[in-house]
């Protein structure tokens, strides 16, 4: 990991953000991320069924261009989702005036839209501000961050993540990677990408990769990282991660490089945890170990009743270590349980012992543990070898509070 | 549907509640059933694959007995689940003093729990008012109704429906059935029973009925009304229905009567709304329709997916016509959808029309509807012939207190 500086922006790539009144704040919501020459592309997207058209289009681009993308135009303020075929035809005539504007192929650019869902975007605002947006460009840290603060809608904080790296390319030279990435969530966080929310996350890289083989490192980055997160359960019908290569550190990677590989989970997961650590409403930050379950899938579906509990979710809000309703939780998930034999753990503190009260369990020092920000639940089956780490948040009245205030 | 009266209670039960200090309150919080002689009984115990110790021993005891139940015995303020063997033990011995106590088999008794999980329950202070409680108990509905208030938690309201119907007996002379219910319920309230919560449901008629006869009329019942409702989407260690019939009325009925499966699925109905109507916090209670799905297992999976949405509940708590969220719910069910076809509807209000905004949507209206305490949504998929109807509450920052606050 390495911090927000000139030097840990991937080479190959300008920024920047206007003011396109989408946002009812009047704060920057539109921003693009603009490649020297097309990148290499590789996207992961929402398993919703109703999907943004956005991620139509970007679907329809990815395909024709084989993995090529030189631009990325995200817009916060409107999810342009559920709007029919003016949706569409919105966001085609957002991508036509890009490709316009940057002498390059509609399919070669690719929209993201994040805010309601069941208003059209009004393309037109989008379009009229494209030329002093092109003119803002940069590739320096400060255009770089004015991206990542662009595309927030209820998140209270900017995401980002860096990693840099000394690689050998296929001239034998040790040369350095970048990879930096940003991105926005935190409400209807609960990101199924296939390979997953209205989660954007864009991860950008200096390096040369082949779309294919891109393709490969996302999914397994997003599988340890985006896919083990929620904040309130709900999927949305925007989720968009990109992935995008520039080639412009001279340094080509193949598939099953193992430190290009453990960066890139580095920087997803670090960019995972600052989602749900800025989940809206949420006063606490839970770590979920289990381990022992009858499979990793099975470890999951005990991990995901536990993450979307709302009674498990309130205990916490309340720093209440009511753990019956952990054990509830894991009865219900569906996965296989022995009822006498799994054990919960808070941190180091035994909670629970073969399915029953621990001799040891001190209500005062477990109450004291997840008084914490930050605290750690593990679950041992004890039925097998399944495992998984999920971060996910409590369920607190400012979550109501953001979601259910509605003026007419 | 009947109301509360001496006429309205089936006959061949007894019924009574006192003190035994599981609540904090100081409340009464033991209640008994008990059958003149032993009742034909059948029952629906929650899916949750962790399940307390009376549902243990209740499936030994029916299994036991062929389905005769001479005594009901249910505590509130502690669920006794997740206590391990004290558990059970503490189970058992209660249902050993109560067999003594009536001098009827161990097995004739039905033993329920609710409360909080991960405590062994005191058995010796059930057993010790025991006395007390068997010389208070009566037939009428002043009885009755003491029973159903000594089982309640965090309800704020008892739950009772009646019906009464004349019907043939094997002689051909019309007599008189009654069938009256009495229930708890307010959080953890998402049954699935096999063939439903902590829900706990005793539901009592007069009529002679065959335990595997009784058993059809319970599961056909249960599944079109407890199994149709959820508050948090948590399915309890606890969860119980429980059908006895007395026989008193001296009508005996076979399978499929028409009119009182009819009767049956009424009284399960009205307990099913009131518990709700009684969701903890909840400030709208919310009936949603759903047709045109490829199955009803499909409609189902919406119909849950919406219930059990934070955002979808937060909008409802503020009356938010935000119907971009229910787009999001139907489409992460799992259920097949055509993000172009389906309709959405707010009483009689059209809001959604073909996956888009209708073109007569208008917010006000919307807003002015879901402002009601009950409201009821409708949603056509157009892609089959499946439906069902559900229940479900809003989720309010009152639930968020009711279940965070914690003082050690």
């Given at each position: 990991?390495?911090?927000?500086?000139?030097?840990s922006?991937?080479?190959?790539?300008?920024f920047?953000?206007?003011?396109?009144?989408?946002?009812?704040?009047?704060?920057?919501?539109?921003a693009?991320?603009?490649?020297?020459?097309?990148?290499?592309?590789?996207?992961?997207?929402?398993?919703n069924r109703?999907?943004?058209?956005?991620?139509?289009v970007?679907?329809?681009?990815?395909?024709?261009?084989?993995?090529?993308?030189?631009?990325?135009?995200?817009?916060?303020?409107?999810?342009?989702?559920?709007?029919?075929?003016?949706?569409?035809?919105?966001?085609?005539?957002?991508?036509?005036?890009?490709?316009?504007?940057?002498?390059?192929?509609?399919?070669?650019?690719?929209?993201?839209?994040?805010?309601?869902?069941?208003?059209?975007?009004?393309?037109?605002k989008?379009?009229?501000?494209?030329?002093?947006?092109?003119?803002?460009?940069?590739?320096?840290?400060?255009?770089?961050?004015?991206?990542?603060?662009?595309?927030?809608?209820?998140?209270?904080?900017?995401?980002?993540?860096?990693?840099?790296?000394?690689?050998?390319?296929?001239?034998?030279?040790?040369?350095?990677?970048r990879?930096?990435?940003?991105?926005?969530?935190?409400?209807m966080?609960y990101?199924?990408?296939?390979?997953?929310?209205?989660?954007?996350?864009?991860?950008?890289?200096?390096?040369?990769i082949?779309?294919?083989?891109?393709?490969?490192y996302?999914?397994?980055?997003?599988?340890?990282?985006?896919?083990?997160?929620?904040?309130?359960?709900?999927?949305?019908?925007?989720?968009?991660?990109?992935?995008?290569?520039?080639g412009?550190?001279?340094?080509?990677?193949?598939?099953?490089?193992?430190?290009?590989?453990?960066?890139?989970?580095?920087?997803?997961?670090?960019?995972?945890r600052?989602?749900?650590?800025?989940?809206?409403?949420?006063?606490?930050?839970?770590?979920?170990?289990?381990?022992?379950?009858?499979?990793?899938?099975?470890?999951?579906?005990?991990?995901?009743?536990?993450?979307?509990?709302?009674?498990?979710?309130?205990?916490?809000?309340?720093?209440?270590?009511?753990?019956?309703?952990?054990?509830?939780?894991?009865?219900?998930?569906g996965?296989?349980?022995?009822?006498?034999?799994?054990?919960?753990?808070?941190g180091?503190?035994?909670?629970?012992?073969?399915?029953?009260?621990?001799?040891?369990?001190?209500?005062?020092?477990?109450?004291?543990?997840?008084?914490?920000?930050?605290?750690?639940?593990?679950?041992?089956?004890?039925?097998?070898h399944?495992s998984?780490v999920?971060?996910t948040?409590?369920?607190t009245?400012?979550?109501?509070?953001?979601?259910?205030?509605?003026?007419?």
């Amino acid at each position: 990991m390495s911090d927000l500086s000139n030097n840990s922006i991937p080479r190959g790539f300008k920024f920047g953000a206007v003011k396109a009144a989408l946002k009812a704040s009047g704060r920057p919501d539109f921003a693009l991320i603009v490649a020297d020459v097309p990148a290499s592309a590789a996207a992961a997207f929402t398993s919703n069924r109703v999907i943004a058209a956005p991620l139509i289009v970007d679907k329809e681009h990815l395909s024709a261009t084989g993995g090529r993308v030189r631009v990325a135009a995200i817009n916060a303020g409107n999810a342009n989702c559920a709007a029919g075929e003016p949706g569409l035809r919105a966001a085609r005539a957002t991508c036509e005036a890009i490709a316009k504007e940057f002498g390059c192929r509609e399919q070669e650019v690719f929209p993201s839209s994040t805010g309601i869902i069941g208003v059209p975007l009004p393309a037109e605002k989008l379009i009229a501000v494209l030329p002093e947006l092109a003119a803002s460009l940069g590739s320096d840290s400060d255009r770089f961050s004015e991206a990542a603060h662009a595309i927030l809608t209820t998140d209270l904080v900017e995401k980002m993540a860096f990693a840099r790296l000394e690689l050998k390319g296929g001239d034998r030279t040790a040369r350095e990677v970048r990879i930096a990435a940003f991105g926005k969530g935190s409400g209807m966080i609960y990101p199924q990408l296939v390979p997953h929310a209205t989660m954007l996350v864009y991860v950008l890289t200096d390096a040369a990769i082949d779309p294919a083989v891109l393709d490969g490192y996302l999914r397994a980055a997003v599988d340890v990282s985006f896919n083990r997160i929620s904040v309130d359960g709900d999927t949305s019908t925007n989720d968009t991660v990109l992935l995008l290569a520039s080639g412009a550190s001279g340094v080509t990677i193949g598939e099953g490089d193992p430190a290009f590989e453990a960066a890139l989970i580095d920087v997803c997961n670090s960019l995972a945890r600052q989602i749900v650590a800025d989940g809206e409403g949420a006063s606490h930050v839970v770590e979920l170990r289990i381990a022992g379950a009858a499979s990793d899938a099975d470890a999951l579906l005990i991990a995901r009743a536990i993450a979307h509990s709302p009674l498990v979710k309130t205990a916490w809000a309340g720093s209440d270590p009511n753990w019956g309703r952990l054990a509830a939780a894991i009865g219900y998930s569906g996965a296989q349980v022995d009822p006498a034999r799994f054990d919960i753990r808070f941190g180091n503190l035994q909670i629970c012992k073969d399915g029953g009260r621990a001799p040891e369990f001190d209500e005062a020092a477990a109450h004291e543990y997840i008084s914490q920000h930050e605290f750690s639940i593990s679950i041992d089956l004890h039925v097998g070898h399944g495992s998984c780490v999920f971060w996910t948040t409590d369920l607190t009245a400012q979550y109501i509070h953001i979601n259910a205030d509605y003026s007419t």
